[in-house]
């Protein structure tokens, strides 16, 4: 628009060189990321068959090289975490932003969580081992997993499920006191229904977190893939979850048979993580819709 | 305004069912109670078992146990005693303090006496350690269930009391509880981790941990400074990489780009930050390594599994944090700014350069932190690829870094060693804070900045 100017174009060699960085460094980041998407999964893909997704996993039999106990333990530690975890986490987001006086104390917490956030998995995996596995005896188990997890993930829901209840507008809240509704009901009947979406995302991103971890996981849930042995049995017992079956293979394989394995469990991983995020893409959007 | 309406409501019917909250409370607080007497754990050692009730593990003096031809007493930890013995009186308060209207303090007894057996599992976790030392390897310790009655009765003893003062009151004091739940779990690994990382250091010595060139669990040299500079290099490496090709790609999708190939790509990058950093550090292992490996220049200098490694999968692992935060903070700057300087004759790449930029410069360094951030963090891709020697960092060489250092030993570390894995868990705390508390004043600073 610019060479369109009355007075004819005035060249600028620079301005084209950086045109040309902006426009390399996008094309760099899209086929980098791109790359390792469609790299896992060309070559997981073709391996990933109703078979691999039932069948347990040993290391010596050639017949049992499944993921299934892996997809269970994930299950497990997705669920038992987000028990604990979502009402913990959303009760403190509740008691946060409606009924604490909105003073220095809270501004303190905020801060707080806001800076824990941060903290890397590894040392939520040191404090797991060490409290939950030894001080509180339950060993290396799927539940010290899950209680480490909790955790890890509370200071995420606390923030955004803040943020969705914070989007209320005041009016609503208002409007329902002056018909005579007690603090609980407004609570319960008109905020967080509101703010569900937003609650619901905040669920899901925790979800997604717990899906891609591994290092705190490492020793805290153990590396077992025995198939479970009963519902609750399962719950004290070490077992591993998708992201560590995938260490394991990828660290121990020697053949290409076991790199199969990787792959397969990789892209696996790639498409859960993929469905978890649109689902968090479409709570978001009827948030935004209102 | 609701108080008159409760008030007016509190009728018959009303205090017929907190009389019922109120009596099942205390039936449930009277079995607590009982159960002191009853078996509350069972200790086995070896092939001889104790099966004890609450009043005797707080009286009896401990347990004599047979190790291989020698034979001494195990004593109850006094923790142990007091928490049992606490846990019964509590129990017995919340009765009194409920019969004399006082529910609030009711519940807090009842609550601390559901603690309890808590506390005497932790404390019970020494005796397990005493009797390894007199060679028994079999020692299980089993809770029972007047065990896991305390613990449940005492909690809903504990609502039931703060239900009678009304619904609204119990929403209330749980929402409040919840959150010092959260909040403490949250800031108790804050205090855990000084209080466990401190001794090895003392013990070591400041010097010795922080600049000791040797790290040989073995030998006794607890010297992290390789791991330390490694870090710091992979991190440095790594946002010298990323940041300059996050913030052009940034700009080219919040500023350049068609908005239909910009929606194309954006979500793409949010996708991407989720992918698990295993599966990074897999595909760091297939591509990169063995790409280093057999690059012409490189060629028998290196093994593959190297800094650079580590560098090129953390660069790529912080791209889409940098990316979605700088395109966040571009598009917060006001068009207006721009159609001015386009009005004084800038061309679109110099308004980018000379007006957006430095417009979205908060932002643009909260994101740049928050990827160092997760660059010092990351521990399972970069295990994968960095050969996790702890060398003095070289760019061909095989590195370990902090997080590594940790993960690599905590299975089998014991002792003094331990502790000075915990001692690297404090370093790199230390070092996450320092960023993380940057990233929330700048991010803050922007938002002063925009609200102006």
């Not at chain 1, 990933?48 to 996993?57: D, G, K, N």
């Not at chain 1, 971890?213 to 609750?232: C, I, K, Q, V």
Request: overall charge positive; proline content about 4%; charged content about 10%.
């Amino acid at each position: 628009m610019l060479g369109n100017s009355l007075y004819g174009k005035r060249k600028r060699p620079a301005d084209a060189a950086l045109k040309f960085l902006i426009n390399a460094a996008a094309a760099l980041t899209v086929t980098v990321l791109a790359g390792i998407l469609l790299y896992i999964l060309v070559n997981g893909l073709p391996y990933v068959s109703w078979t691999f997704l039932s069948t347990a996993y040993s290391e010596t039999d050639e017949s049992l090289k499944g993921i299934l106990p892996m997809l269970i333990n994930t299950m497990y530690i997705v669920g038992i975490t987000l028990l604990i975890s979502a009402p913990i986490g959303i009760s403190t987001a509740i008691y946060l932003t409606q009924y604490a006086k909105q003073g220095r104390f809270v501004k303190a917490i905020r801060f707080t969580t806001e800076v824990l956030s941060g903290i890397p998995s590894i040392l939520f995996g040191l404090f797991g081992y060490t409290v939950f596995c030894i001080l509180f005896r339950l060993q290396t188990s799927i539940l010290a997993g899950c209680l480490t997890m909790s955790i890890t993930v509370l200071p995420t829901i606390i923030r955004t499920t803040e943020e969705a209840l914070l989007s209320v507008p005041d009016a609503y809240k208002e409007g329902a006191m002056a018909l005579g509704a007690g603090k609980l009901r407004v609570v319960m009947g008109m905020v967080l229904p509101c703010a569900l979406p937003g609650v619901l995302t905040a669920v899901i991103l925790a979800m997604g977190r717990i899906v891609g971890e591994s290092a705190a996981l490492l020793f805290t849930s153990g590396l077992s893939y025995n198939m479970p042995r009963g519902f609750f049995r399962q719950i004290f017992a070490s077992g591993r979850t998708l992201t560590l079956h995938l260490y394991q293979t990828a660290r121990e394989a020697s053949s290409p048979d076991a790199m199969h394995i990787a792959f397969a469990t990789a892209a696996v991983l790639l498409i859960l993580v993929f469905l978890l995020n649109r689902i968090a893409e479409l709570f978001s959007r009827a948030l935004r819709k209102g | 305004m609701s108080m008159v309406f409760n008030s007016m409501k509190n009728t018959r019917k009303d205090r017929k069912k907190n009389r019922v909250k109120k009596g099942m409370a205390v039936a449930l607080s009277l079995g607590s109670v009982f159960s002191f007497f009853l078996p509350y754990m069972q200790f086995v050692f070896k092939d001889t078992t104790y099966l004890v009730s609450g009043f005797q593990l707080a009286t009896a003096k401990g347990f004599r146990v047979h190790g291989s031809g020698l034979s001494a007493v195990v004593t109850i930890p006094v923790l142990a005693r007091a928490a049992v013995i606490s846990g019964m009186l509590f129990a017995a308060a919340g009765i009194i303090l409920l019969i004399f209207r006082k529910p609030v303090f009711a519940a807090i007894a009842y609550a601390l006496s559901g603690i309890t057996p808590l506390l005497v599992l932790i404390s019970t976790t020494s005796i397990q350690t005493a009797v390894t030392q007199l060679n028994i390897s079999k020692v299980s310790i089993y809770c029972l269930w007047p065990f896991l009655y305390v613990l449940a009765g005492g909690i809903a003893c504990a609502v039931l009391s703060v239900w009678t003062q009304g619904a609204e009151k119990l929403a209330e004091s749980i929402f409040l509880v919840f959150s010092c739940v959260s909040i403490g779990s949250v800031a108790f690994i804050t205090v855990y981790i000084f209080a466990a990382g401190s001794p090895a250091i003392a013990q070591i010595g400041l010097g010795q941990f922080l600049f000791g060139r040797e790290w040989n669990a073995e030998a006794g040299a607890f010297g992290i400074l390789p791991l330390i500079l490694s870090s710091v290099a992979g991190t440095a490496g790594a946002v010298l990489l990323g940041v300059p090709v996050g913030i052009l790609t940034a700009v080219f999708l919040a500023e350049t780009a068609k908005p239909q190939l910009a929606r194309l790509v954006h979500p793409a990058i949010e996708l991407l930050a989720g992918i698990p950093s295993v599966v990074y550090g897999f595909f760091g292992m297939q591509v990169i390594v063995p790409a280093i490996r057999s690059f012409p220049p490189f060629q028998n200098h290196t093994i593959g599994d190297s800094l650079l490694a580590a560098i090129l999968i953390l660069a790529i692992m912080v791209l889409p944090t940098i990316v979605s935060v700088t395109e966040t903070s571009l598009k917060a700057v006001p068009q207006a700014y721009r159609e001015a300087s386009l009005a004084l004759g800038a061309t679109p790449v110099i308004t980018i350069f000379k007006v957006s930029i430095p417009a979205a410069r908060s932002g643009i360094l909260a994101g740049v932190i928050l990827g160092v951030g997760r660059a010092i963090g990351e521990t399972m891709a970069v295990i994968m690829v960095a050969g996790n020697v702890a060398n003095m960092p070289t760019l061909l060489g095989t590195v370990r870094l902090l997080t590594t250092g940790i993960a690599m030993e905590m299975s089998y570390a014991s002792g003094l060693h331990r502790q000075a894995l915990f001692a690297i868990g404090l370093v790199l705390f230390l070092f996450i804070m320092i960023v993380n508390i940057s990233f929330t004043f700048i991010s803050r600073r922007g938002v002063r900045m925009d609200a102006r």
